[in-house]
Structure formats: structure tokens, C-alpha cells
T-cell receptor
Framework: EADIYQTPRYLVIGTGKKITLECSQT?????MYWYQQDPGMELHLIHY???????EKGDLSSESTVSRIRTEHFPLTLESARPSHTSQYLC?????????FGSGTRLTVV | GQQVMQIPQYQHVQEGEDFTTYCNSS?????IQWYKQRPGGHPVFLIQ?????EVKKQKRLTFQFGEAKKNSSLHITATQTTDVGTYFC???????????FGTGTRLKVLA
């Protein structure tokens, strides 16, 4: 079934650790996005990609980086996690008429 | 910059009451989508409106796209506790082709 998958679903890590949040979609979408969202709050776009080898920073400044080596895969990496990175991270992809979110990764940095 | 504001930010209603959230864009949108996000969940697509003045219904939900394609509304008739969540509008900006999310309206329904 065509869908978008994020792993892990929950993650608790110590300050200073490097982490990678995974996002994969099987819909063949060229456009993919990462959002950061605190509970009940707005969605903030932190990175997006319009295709392989294309990545751009979003509206919200972020210390994370992304890569897009394959169409279906759009991982997000934090080189050195801090408590201020505690949040939910949502991956999404879009086609001509649809915009689909993954289930999200809830990250807690202690 | 481009903004899509939603009002109200929060709304508490008694079960059975109606609810409306308004979505206002500073720029023209080529189309608009509405999403519902349950507490702890992720945004789930509800509906898309494309035409100026378009009105669509889904059971107790009525969606409207403004004539100028800069605003939209979602109306829920006779709310139920299952309607609890945050409702987001979003759309493609006609000029920049960026996809912009609204600020969201958080609905609580009191039984």
C-alpha cells in the first residue's frame, strides 16, 4: 500500500548525541518535507526537497540537516542533540493533488 | 511574508453545539486543503477545495472556499467528542507555489 513511514515513533536520547530520523514514502512523490511541531501548536517547515539531490531550508531555522539521495528516502540528522530539540518531527510528501503526513517521531532530549 | 491565519486559535464548545473555524491568507491560493490532527497524532487530510466559491460537505462538516480564493471556512454542525483536535487549513500559494499551513484552531468538545 502506498504510504509514508517514519521511524522511530518515539526516541529519548542524551544531550550531545547524533541522531537520524528516518522517512520513506512509496508513493513516488518528488516533493518531501520535514516539519517541527510542539504539542497543539503550529507546524513549522524546517526542510524540504523537490527531488533527488535537491534540499532547501524551510521557514524555521533548524540545526538539523537533510539529504535526498533517493526519491523515496528523506532522512533528517541532528549532529548534536540538545534539550531545545525536544519536539515532534513530522515528515510529509506531496503529489499533484495530495499531501500526506507520516505518523511522526516524538523526540525527547534529556 | 506569506501568512495563513486561522481564527479562533482555541474553541471550547458543549457537545451538540456548532463550531466554525476561519482561514485567511495574505495571498491568493490556487487551492485549499483541510486537515484534522488528533491530540498526539499527525495531520490527516480531510478535503480539498479548488474552485472559487466552492462548497463541499462531509456529513456534519461543511467547507467553503472564498470567492477571492484567499479565505476558507470549516463548519461543524452538532459537535461530538470525536471532533476534538486541531484543524489546519493549507494551500498552494498561486505566486510562489509554496505550500503554506494555517496556524490551526484547537477544538475541545465538552460532554
Amino acid at each position: 500500500e502506498a504510504d509514508i513511514y517514519q521511524t522511530p515513533r518515539y526516541l529519548v536520547i542524551g544531550t550531545g548525541k547524533k541522531i537520524t530520523l528516518e522517512c520513506s514514502q512509496t508513493m513516488g512523490h518528488d516533493k518531501m518535507y520535514w516539519y517541527q511541531q510542539d504539542p497543539g501548536m503550529e507546524l513549522h517547515l524546517i526542510h524540504y526537497s523537490y527531488g533527488v539531490n535537491s534540499t532547501e531550508k524551510g521557514d524555521l531555522s533548524s540545526e538539523s540537516t537533510v539529504s535526498r539521495i533517493r526519491t523515496e528516502h528523506f532522512p533528517l540528522t541532528l549532529e548534536s542533540a540538545r534539550p531545545s530539540h525536544t519536539s515532534q518531527y513530522l515528515c510529509a510528501s506531496s503529489g499533484p493533488t495530495d499531501y500526506t503526513f507520516g505518523s511522526g517521531t516524538r523526540l525527547t532530549v534529556v | 511574508g506569506q501568512q495563513v491565519m486561522q481564527i479562533p486559535q482555541y474553541q471550547h464548545v458543549q457537545e451538540g453545539e456548532d463550531f466554525t473555524t476561519y482561514c485567511n491568507s495574505s495571498t491568493t491560493l490556487s487551492n485549499i486543503q483541510w486537515y484534522k490532527q488528533r491530540p498526539g497524532g499527525h495531520p490527516v487530510f480531510l478535503i480539498q477545495l479548488v474552485k472559487s466559491g466552492e462548497v463541499k460537505k462531509q456529513k456534519r462538516l461543511t467547507f467553503q472556499f472564498g470567492e477571492a480564493k484567499k479565505n476558507s471556512s470549516l463548519h461543524i454542525t452538532a459537535t461530538q467528542t470525536t471532533d476534538v483536535g486541531t484543524y489546519f487549513c493549507a494551500g498552494w500559494d498561486s505566486g510562489t507555489y509554496k505550500y503554506i499551513f494555517g496556524t490551526g484552531t484547537r477544538l475541545k468538545v465538552l460532554a
